[in-house]
């Protein structure tokens, strides 16, 4: 197991620094990492996600789960005022903030001399859902800690 998590470290490290980066940036919000895991199941870890597809020299895709708290603070950094609940704005947000980690992910590996395109995220919902990613394999999970909640980003990626 710990051989498949360093092997692709040097494709996981950009989505996790993009996510320190982009929630600080956004929000300034402070975001620790936990240790990564090789996730197997779809259950999702927090209350929403927002999972984007991932195509080019490999292929894949990210998710970044919030439980409510979290995200709840994070929006409400970003807004300038106190947001509750599983509103649109938070689930636009969620979709943002997907697309912007991606984004800072997808240049770094470009610096790299990897190419690769996102497809537009989509944002899921609600207690107990289930994320699918793209490929059939099992996803690296890195959990989260913010002084407000955790969050998860997965990747999953072949090729």
Same mark, same amino acid.
């Given at each position: ?21 982009? =929630?600080?940036? #956004?929000? @300034?919000?402070? +975001? ?10 779809? !259950? /999702? ?51 943002? =903030?997907?697309? #912007?980690? @991606?984004?800072? +992910? ?10 690769? !395109? /996102? ?41």
């Amino acid at each position: 197991m710990m051989g498949y998590l360093n092997m692709k470290a040097e494709m996981i490290n950009p989505f996790l620094n993009a996510a320190i980066h982009v =929630l600080h940036t #956004m929000a @300034s919000v402070e +975001a620790k990492p936990g240790k990564p895991f090789l996730k197997n199941d779809k !259950k /999702a870890t927090g209350d929403i996600t927002g999972i984007i597809g991932i195509t080019g020299q490999i292929s894949g895709s990210l998710s970044i789960t919030f439980t409510l708290s979290c995200i709840e603070q994070i929006v409400g950094s970003m807004f300038g005022e106190e947001v509750h609940g599983m509103t649109d704005e938070i689930r636009d947000a969620v979709g943002e =903030l997907t697309n #912007m980690i @991606s984004g800072d +992910a997808r240049n770094k590996l470009s610096e790299m001399g990897v190419n690769l !395109k /996102a497809a537009l995220p989509t944002v899921i919902s609600g207690m107990g859902h289930v994320v699918k990613h793209i490929n059939a394999g099992p996803c690296i999970a890195i959990p989260f800690e913010t002084l407000h909640g955790s969050f998860v980003v997965e990747v999953n990626f072949e090729g």
